[in-house]
């Protein structure tokens, strides 16, 4: 019989076995045989995705540690990760399942930060995916892009100039001067931060 992993379902044999019961076969010489196998279906709210697998929903962002480490987010609460076999659907805290995700930034295997609508920020610690505090007002923030110079050195930027530094545990505002859109952040250090938004607005720290 063919036993799937985790996440993956048994989709029939190729060869002299066929369909998916178990294979028996009386051996007189060589033969091959193969089991088939793919991602298993995402179900919410009793709907279950069926094409294309693992899901179909938009993605907007990736971020990869290694070849075999890699995470992509999307809209409709996607987050998926690949280990080198095959992409696998994570879930979401249940208050963001319906977020539309629109970043990711791995640091490190227990430090991936994703961003997204409505003033989502979420921080995996290597087990699961946990709510970050933002400051006050800014919990209906679109946030648009994270990235960071290490674990707990982190700035998500996104609606009306927005600006957010993750540093010894909290977040905190940090002013632009600017209440342009910010769509993309590139950090090359804890002191050298490049934003760039709507209007050809391009702004650095140092």
Aim: with cysteine; charged share 15%; net charge negative.
């Amino acid at each position: 019989s063919a036993e799937p992993e985790s996440g993956s379902v048994f989709t029939g044999w190729t060869g002299p076995c066929v369909g998916l019961d178990p294979c028996a076969l009386v051996l007189s010489g060589p033969l091959s045989v193969s089991a088939s196998f793919e991602a298993a279906p995402t179900c919410s709210a009793r709907t279950c995705w069926e094409h294309p697998l693992p899901q179909g929903n938009s993605l907007l962002g990736v971020a990869a540690l290694s070849a075999t480490d890699v995470w992509a987010v999307g809209r409709r609460g996607a987050i998926l990760r690949y280990d080198g076999r095959a992409w696998r659907v994570q879930a979401p805290p249940p208050a963001s399942r319906s977020a539309t995700f629109n970043a990711v930034f791995a640091a490190s295997a227990s430090a991936v930060w994703i961003v997204g609508s409505t003033g989502t920020a979420l921080r995996w610690d290597g087990a699961r995916f946990n709510p970050a505090d933002l400051p006050p007002g800014h919990g209906g923030d679109d946030l648009l892009a994270v990235t960071g110079a290490g674990p707990d050195e982190v700035w998500v930027v996104g609606d009306r100039g927005t600006a957010l530094r993750y540093s010894a545990g909290a977040f905190s505002e940090a002013a632009t001067g600017t209440q342009v859109t910010l769509r993309a952040a590139w950090a090359g250090g804890r002191d050298d931060l490049w934003l760039a938004g709507d209007g050809g607005v391009v702004l650095q720290r140092s």
